[in-house]
């Protein structure tokens, strides 16, 4: 079973910044498209960014455009989510998720990531 770590949330003031990180333990994220999602109490969950297996490929959301950026370190077996310039409204526990199959390009579609992490929580004070 693959297993995701998240990590690198926590409390922050409007307007800063925080890096998440996304690992494996025990699996591979270096060949498979990888995505960010987010849900804030009370509200389902959101998608916030995807990246392609190479990351030349990176979507997401209007929400988040210029504010966050994901990339990945294939040396590094790890993804990242750096979010600049973060509201109050961006508060929320962030999980990062694996694409269940090789060969797809950049999604939002829940439903084609298989395995998920236990989340960070973000929290944005105003």
């Known amino acids: 079973q693959v297993q995701l770590v998240e990590s690198g949330g926590g409390l922050v003031q409007a307007g800063g910044s925080l890096k998440l990180s996304c690992a494996t333990s025990?699996?591979?994220?270096?060949?498979?498209?990888v995505g960010w999602f987010r849900q804030a109490p009370g509200k389902k969950r959101e998608f916030v960014a995807s990246i392609n297996w190479s990351g030349d490929r990176t979507y997401g959301p209007d929400s988040v455009k210029g504010r966050f950026t994901i990339s990945r370190d294939n040396a590094k077996n790890t993804v990242y989510l750096q979010m600049n310039s973060l509201k109050p409204d961006d508060t929320a526990v962030y999980y990062c998720?694996?694409?269940?199959?090789?060969?797809?390009?950049?999604?939002?579609?829940?439903?084609?990531?298989?395995?998920w992490g236990q989340g960070t929580q973000v929290t944005v004070s105003s």
């Open positions: 998720a694996r694409a269940g199959s090789l060969g797809l390009g950049v999604s939002s579609a829940e439903y084609l990531y298989n395995d």
């Open positions: 025990g699996s591979t994220l270096r060949s498979y498209t």
